[in-house]
């Protein structure tokens, strides 16, 4: 590969591992804590709790900031990729993005302290993407096989994140405000990673210390209307369908804070991206991939005068999975990019990341493809367009050499894309 290809690749990786880096929640969480420090208690302890990708940077970082001498209990359950061993708090890794076993039995250990909670207690909750499926509490009659397979059916038939988290909701007794209404009668003071675009603290981890987004009814509704109710295990159909009204939530003792977001992030890679005419084209890039390359394609054709070209793009888009290949949303994206390319001038990279470091059920974070991604595909004796029909982006852009490898960062505020041209 020529050394400005190489130079053009390195430089969007570069920018996208800024704007991962702008997600770090431990700088963050500690400038929340020391503008608003936690209280000394008499006679209570501090119960942390920590879920998500990046529950154990934000565990570590919160627990320097319990006051000396006030007992506390924590408990943080990441993903397997981002366990770490933290001093005086059990961890509690589980599967994502499928629940699994040991992602039940944190779901217990996490109801269990709460309930424990008294009005002495202060709660401290730090919320990050994943926590969703890393937190599995399964309503009465509805077992984990049951509840995973609802999530697997939603991934296929493409729901966005919000709605998969207003179905899966109505399910747990975590999620939707659940861990709020579970610390009652404690005071609960929650410090939140955003993963979603819009920001919207119902959506990310299913919203456990927010109220839900939707009622049980709407839940059904949207199942019905998507056609995927018959898909559903029977229990959730019955649970679904019960005429039974939605327990109320008091979340005056409940305070619920953001500190760090994918709009942060873009931001930080364009001020990174010094010596380029640098702009943020769209944060809000959703859909499913087959028209979201559509949108990057159309940015991406016009060939400006002036400085060289970097177009910033975030969001977080869907794939409805037909195929039986290997890939995720990221790696696709960056597929259809190179296949759709032919009318892009310049000498030109384009890259699509998770910037927790793993897209779909890979090894990957992502795709990274140029003007010659195509040739090299078919040069190692491969189809690309076949594959992409198989859902198996990874293979092609292994194939090309033309896969974003990061490793699990131990953040999450869903998707980056960066082109640039010179």
């Not at 979340?251 to 991206?273: F, G, H, M, P």
Request: hydrophobic share 40%; aromatic share 4%; with cysteine.
């Amino acid at each position: 590969m020529a050394k400005e290809k190489q130079d053009l690749r390195k430089a969007a990786t570069d920018l996208f591992c800024t704007a991962v880096n702008a997600a770090d929640p431990a700088p963050a969480l500690c400038q929340q804590l020391e503008n608003a420090p936690l209280p000394e208690l008499a006679g209570g302890q501090y119960i942390v709790i920590a879920v998500g990708k990046a529950a154990c940077s934000m565990m570590s970082e919160a627990l320097k900031h319990i006051p000396t001498g006030t007992p506390f209990t924590a408990l943080a359950v990441p993903n397997y990729e981002n366990e770490q061993e933290i001093s005086d708090c059990k961890v509690m890794p589980a599967g994502h993005p499928v629940p699994d076993e040991n992602g039940a039995r944190a779901g217990q250990a996490v109801a269990d302290l709460l309930d424990r909670a008294t009005d002495k207690d202060r709660v401290l909750a730090l919320i990050s993407g994943g926590g969703s499926a890393l937190l599995p509490a399964p309503v009465m009659g509805v077992t984990l096989e049951e509840k995973a397979e609802v999530s697997r059916v939603l991934l296929a038939a493409g729901f966005d994140i919000s709605e998969m988290n207003m179905v899966r909701q109505q399910l747990s007794r975590l999620k939707g405000g659940g861990m709020a209404r579970l610390a009652a009668p404690a005071p609960l003071r929650a410090y939140i990673l955003s993963d979603v675009i819009g920001d919207d603290l119902r959506v990310i981890a299913s919203g456990p210390t927010v109220g839900p987004i939707g009622a049980r009814k709407d839940a059904r509704n949207i199942l019905i209307d998507r056609n995927v109710m018959n898909k559903m295990p029977a229990s959730v159909q019955e649970y679904l369908n019960a005429n039974t009204s939605d327990e109320p939530l008091d979340l005056t003792r409940v305070e619920n804070t953001l500190i760090c977001s994918n709009r942060q992030s873009l931001e930080a890679a364009q001020a990174a991206a010094r010596g380029w005419n640098a702009t943020i084209v769209n944060d809000r890039l959703e859909g499913d991939v087959t028209e979201a390359v559509e949108l990057l394609l159309n940015a991406a054709k016009p060939v400006p005068e002036g400085k060289p070209t970097v177009l910033i793009f975030g969001g977080e888009t869907t794939v409805n999975i037909h195929g039986t290949g290997m890939g995720g949303r990221n790696q696709e994206l960056a597929l259809r990019f190179a296949l759709g390319s032919a009318d892009i001038k310049g000498d030109w990279v384009f890259l699509s990341g998770g910037t927790d470091g793993r897209d779909g059920p890979t090894d990957a974070a992502g795709g990274i493809v140029d003007g010659c991604s195509v040739a090299r595909m078919k040069g190692a004796g491969i189809d690309p367009g076949a594959l992409l029909e198989n859902n198996d982006s990874y293979a092609a852009l292994k194939a090309s050499g033309d896969l974003l490898m990061t490793g699990a960062t131990g953040t999450n505020v869903a998707d980056v894309q960066i082109f640039l041209r010179r």
